[in-house]
């Protein structure tokens, strides 16, 4: 256990030195001078000049690459150039949004995907498991974002239900979440087929095993053999695709963003790309990757927990 | 073969026959601009309606074909191209330092928010159909490299092979002699699931506005055109959605029909 929890930090680490340098690298390669990139060809070499300290390109890159890094370690995101306000406070209004935006649409994946998985897999052949995986095959193949559209032009205009987009702020929680709402539901669909998928695979690979058929033979109904041995074993590969999954949403999330005007990190990436603001674009997308790494590493843990043989295994 | 299978590949046969038709002939020439008759809803001479360009929309549908099959193929081809070899390496080096390499090396990429990267590279390389095919193509790679290292390494363990390994024949030759053809129906069905998703990609990317650029069509802009028409000409968003979704349909229904198709013991099982 301690093993592979120790490997699995050791792995954590090396993706996230990797990643970082992976992300510094890209935002250095740019051609030319970046201070120059930034302000645009109508730029005054003195601004240019201005610029160049301030984001220390007067230094090696090696020296910019740890002053980055150990900024990040302590907080400090360094200073946008177009808001003239830290970073790490641009990052706190918005991550408000894209946060609760990607808990709220796991959250309704799973409940969807659950249920409709574990029917289907119980009813093997029958006509619901025929419906719900014709239906998820649709929910694989539809495009996010046209999805959320669909849902803006039937809930928000034609029904008016809800707003086609825009954020309330959370001084009103309930206003909030229903303006989240469609959000989640377009981002939460075809993830919820995926997963719906997952379980249900994962659920008859359980139901064939010898152990489901030793709980029968003790007497337990199919029904108990399913919900007291299967569905348990078969969280397993489950928990990994749900990992998966939030990174999915939350960098899903960035695009839906865009069709409901939120006021998250997606739109704080793309103003800061169109602004070319590369100190926002950097840390933003250092945060969105560290986040993501750090779920993996997490359901790593969740495994070992689940699993017994993982704890064992070296 | 199985119903997935053929109505699977009648979907993608038609895309891929509307992008090729596409470069000899479109119903109507979507370079020019006919404003008064914009946003028509389908009609006899324009079968899918007018944007707000007043182009027809089936020409263009027919053209954003092209970018999305071009940008997902390629970026397959990027995946197999690179992946393939990495995984006949790994599997043919089994244990060694290099195999370990490899395996954390797609460990790693597979751990990036692909979207994410792909954003980061075309914003500081420019919006174009080519880094968008690099950007989708990167992540294709840990993809094939891990299920042919999968496959490859049962297939070591085998009979024929260590005939081959006895005649005396290289870690590369049998690797290319022996094991590609014995991969080759498993990369197929992979290719087709990675170019569904590389269609999704582009058309996300271009949505987004940082894939293919003006003039070239794409489905992903004509959607990000239609955003704000939705309300009051829901078929020029709707068009090119069922595109989209129709070609994913197609080739996920038709990878799923070769895997059994081409697996012989489920053929065996059926029969």
Same mark, same amino acid.
């Given at each position: 256990?301690?093993?592979?929890?120790?490997?699995?930090?050791?792995?954590?680490?090396?993706?996230?030195?990797?990643?970082?340098?992976?992300?510094?690298?890209?935002?250095?390669?740019?051609?030319?001078?970046?201070?120059?990139?930034?302000?645009?060809?109508?730029?005054?070499?003195?601004?240019?000049?201005?610029?160049?300290?301030?984001?220390?390109?007067?230094?090696?890159?090696?020296?910019?690459?740890?002053?980055?890094?150990?900024?990040?370690?302590? /907080?400090?995101?360094?200073?946008?150039?177009?808001?003239?306000?830290?970073?790490?406070?641009?990052?706190?209004?918005?991550?408000?949004v894209s946060l609760p935006l990607a808990?709220y649409a796991?959250?309704?994946?799973?409940?969807?995907?659950?249920?409709?998985?574990?029917?289907?897999?119980?009813?093997?052949?029958?006509?619901?498991?025929?419906?719900?995986? /014709?239906?998820?095959?649709?929910?694989?193949?539809?495009?996010n974002?046209?999805?959320?559209?669909?849902?803006?032009?039937?809930?928000?205009?034609?029904?008016?239900?809800?707003?086609?987009? /825009?954020?309330?702020?959370?001084?009103?929680?309930?206003?909030?979440?229903?303006?989240l709402?469609?959000p989640a539901?377009a981002l939460?669909?075809?993830?919820?087929?995926?997963?719906?998928?997952?379980?249900?695979?994962?659920?008859?690979?359980?139901?064939?095993?010898?152990?489901?058929?030793?709980?029968?033979?003790?007497?337990?109904?199919?029904?108990?053999?399913?919900?007291?041995?299967?569905?348990?074993?078969?969280?397993?590969?489950?928990?990994?695709?749900?990992?998966?999954?939030?990174?999915f949403l939350l960098a899903g999330g960035i695009i839906i963003e865009q069709?409901f005007?939120l006021?998250g990190l997606g739109r704080?990436?793309?103003?800061?790309?169109?602004?070319?603001?590369?100190?926002?674009?950097?840390?933003?997308?250092?945060?969105l990757?560290?986040?993501?790494?750090?779920?993996?590493?997490?359901?790593?843990?969740?495994?070992?927990?689940?699993?017994?043989?993982?704890?064992?295994?070296? | 073969?199985?119903?997935?299978?053929?109505?699977?590949?009648?979907?993608?046969?038609?895309?891929?026959?509307?992008?090729?038709?596409?470069?000899?002939?479109?119903?109507?020439?979507?370079?020019?601009?006919?404003?008064?008759?914009?946003?028509?809803?389908?009609?006899?001479?324009?079968?899918?309606?007018?944007?707000?360009?007043? #182009?027809?929309?089936?020409?263009?549908?027919?053209?954003?074909? #092209?970018?999305?099959?071009?940008?997902?193929?390629?970026?397959?081809?990027?995946?197999?191209?690179?992946?393939?070899?990495?995984?006949?390496?790994?599997?043919?080096?089994?244990?060694?330092?290099?195999?370990?390499?490899?395996? #954390?090396?797609?460990?790693?990429?597979?751990?990036?928010?692909?979207l994410?990267?792909?954003?980061?590279?075309?914003?500081?390389?420019?919006?174009?159909?080519?880094?968008?095919?690099?950007?989708?193509?990167?992540?294709?790679?840990?993809?094939?490299?891990?299920?042919?290292?999968?496959?490859?390494?049962?297939?070591?363990?085998?009979?024929?092979?260590?005939?081959?390994?006895?005649?005396?024949?290289?870690?590369?030759?049998?690797?290319?002699?022996?094991?590609?053809?014995?991969?080759?129906?498993?990369?197929?069905?992979?290719?087709?699931?990675?170019?569904?998703?590389?269609?999704?990609?582009?058309?996300?990317?271009?949505?987004?506005?940082?894939?293919?650029?003006?003039?070239?069509?794409?489905?992903?802009?004509?959607?990000?055109?239609?955003?704000?028409?939705?309300?009051?000409?829901?078929?020029?968003?709707?068009?090119?959605?069922?595109?989209?979704?129709?070609?994913?349909?197609?080739?996920?229904?038709?990878?799923?029909?070769?895997?059994?198709?081409?697996?012989?013991?489920?053929?065996?099982? #059926?029969?």
């Open positions: 256990m301690i093993r592979y929890v120790l490997g699995r930090l050791t792995s954590l680490i090396i993706s996230l030195i990797v990643a970082s340098i992976v992300i510094f690298a890209v935002i250095e390669v740019i051609p030319g001078d970046p201070a120059a990139f930034m302000l645009g060809i109508n730029a005054r070499p003195d601004t240019i000049a201005a610029l160049r300290a301030e984001m220390g390109l007067d230094q090696s890159v090696v020296a910019r690459y740890f002053d980055w890094v150990t900024g990040l370690l302590r /907080g400090d995101f360094g200073q946008s150039w177009t808001y003239k306000t830290p970073v790490a406070e641009l990052i706190a209004d918005r991550i408000w808990i796991l959250a309704l994946s799973t409940i969807i995907a659950f249920p409709a998985g574990i029917y289907a897999a119980s009813r093997r052949g029958g006509a619901g498991d025929v419906t719900i995986m /014709g239906a998820t095959q649709l929910g694989v193949a539809i495009p974002f046209w999805f959320a559209m669909i849902l803006v032009l039937i809930f928000a205009i034609n029904l008016r239900w809800f707003s086609a987009g /825009g954020f309330p702020g959370w001084d009103n929680p309930l206003q909030a979440i229903k303006a709402t469609l539901i939460a669909l075809p993830q919820a087929a995926i997963l719906a998928r997952v379980m249900r695979s994962s659920l008859l690979d359980m139901l064939g095993e010898d152990f489901i058929r030793t709980a029968r033979a003790k007497g337990l109904s199919a029904r108990q053999a399913l919900w007291k041995h299967a569905v348990r074993n078969a969280l397993i590969p489950v928990l990994t695709i749900i990992g998966l999954q939030f990174s069709v005007f006021p704080l990436i793309f103003q800061s790309i169109s602004a070319r603001d590369l100190i926002v674009v950097e840390s933003v997308v250092m945060l990757v560290f986040t993501v790494i750090m779920v993996n590493f997490l359901v790593d843990l969740a495994y070992a927990a689940v699993d017994p043989r993982l704890r064992t295994k070296s | 073969m199985s119903r997935n299978l053929i109505i699977g590949a009648a979907l993608t046969v038609l895309f891929i026959a509307l992008a090729v038709v596409s470069f000899v002939w479109t119903p109507a020439d979507i370079e020019t601009l006919d404003i008064p008759n914009r946003l028509q809803t389908p009609s006899a001479t324009n079968w899918l309606g007018t944007d707000h360009f007043g #182009r027809d929309i089936l020409s263009m549908i027919m053209m954003g074909a #092209r970018t999305s099959i071009a940008v997902a193929l390629l970026a397959v081809g990027i995946g197999m191209a690179l992946g393939i070899p990495l995984g006949l390496l790994a599997a043919a080096r089994h244990g060694s330092f290099l195999d370990e390499l490899i395996m #954390r090396g797609n460990d790693l990429v597979f751990a990036f928010p692909s994410v990267i792909a954003i980061l590279i075309t914003a500081v390389f420019g919006a174009s159909a080519v880094n968008a095919i690099i950007a989708i193509g990167i992540f294709n790679i840990p993809v094939f490299a891990r299920l042919t290292r999968g496959a490859a390494l049962p297939l070591w363990e085998r009979d024929f092979i260590l005939a081959a390994r006895v005649c005396g024949k290289s870690a590369t030759h049998i690797s290319i002699e022996h094991i590609l053809p014995n991969i080759t129906n498993l990369m197929i069905v992979q290719g087709t699931i990675q170019f569904s998703l590389g269609i999704l990609a582009e058309a996300a990317l271009s949505y987004i506005g940082l894939g293919a650029q003006p003039p070239t069509a794409s489905w992903g802009r004509m959607l990000a055109d239609a955003q704000t028409l939705v309300s009051i000409a829901p078929h020029v968003a709707l068009v090119p959605g069922f595109a989209i979704l129709l070609m994913v349909l197609g080739l996920n229904l038709m990878g799923d029909g070769l895997r059994d198709w081409l697996d012989p013991r489920i053929r065996v099982a #059926r029969t």
